[in-house]
């Protein structure tokens, strides 16, 4: 076989050197490649994993007994960027509002102390009125209602601005529901003015 392979394909010294020349040189760039085949970018400088997430986020507490369960259909952090609200679902369809959990995951937890929430975003913002927003009846297009906003305690108080500057995560959005004393309800027709105790 050897003879055969020599005889079709003559070479020499020279070029036997040369081709193994090539497949060392071809070896060795394989062996140096390997080690970088994960890196995309090469030896360009990476970006800092330790950037923070742009957003905001605190805990809800919970400060008076919760409803009956067949009142509790849905919870939500509501995030508006303008104040008043006039509907939370064209608002939030038409990218006026954030919501959390987001729209087709499970909502909130219900029946407990506290819970935390979280809203992590891209670009600078600011939000006039953020809520949490409870669903209390089956018509998820009209049953909803403010039982918490942040500047508001057992009812009193006012609505506060949340502003996320460039490469700030602000934390200490905290907001307290009690049940009993809600705040005024902003959200004109997807809400109704009561939820039963």
């Avoid at 050897?2 to 050197?17: F, H, I, K, M, V």
């Avoid at 939030?92 to 809203?119: C, H, M, R, W």
Wanted: a neutral charge; aromatic letters at 12%.
């Amino acid at each position: 076989m050897r003879e055969q392979l020599r005889l079709a394909y003559p070479t020499t010294g020279t070029e036997r050197s040369l081709i193994a020349l090539w497949l060392i040189a071809f070896i060795a760039a394989l062996s140096f490649s390997a080690p970088l085949s994960g890196c995309n970018r090469g030896l360009a400088p990476t970006q800092s994993s330790s950037l923070v997430q742009m957003g905001f986020g605190g805990t809800v507490k919970f400060v008076s007994p919760w409803p009956p369960s067949d009142s509790v259909q849905d919870l939500r952090v509501v995030a508006f960027y303008k104040y008043p609200p006039t509907n939370i679902l064209t608002e939030v369809t038409n990218g006026q509002a954030l919501v959390y959990p987001a729209i087709g995951a499970t909502g909130l937890p219900k029946f407990v102390d506290s819970l935390s929430y979280e809203f992590n975003f891209d670009s600078t913002a600011t939000f006039k009125y953020v809520a949490v927003a409870l669903q209390y009846g089956s018509n998820v297009f009209q049953d909803w209602k403010v039982v918490g906003a942040y500047g508001y305690s057992h009812g009193a108080g006012q609505p506060d601005s949340v502003v996320v500057t460039q490469g700030s995560f602000v934390n200490g959005i905290d907001i307290d529901v009690d049940f009993k004393n809600t705040p005024p309800n902003p959200l004109g027709s997807v809400a109704s003015p009561s939820v039963r105790h």
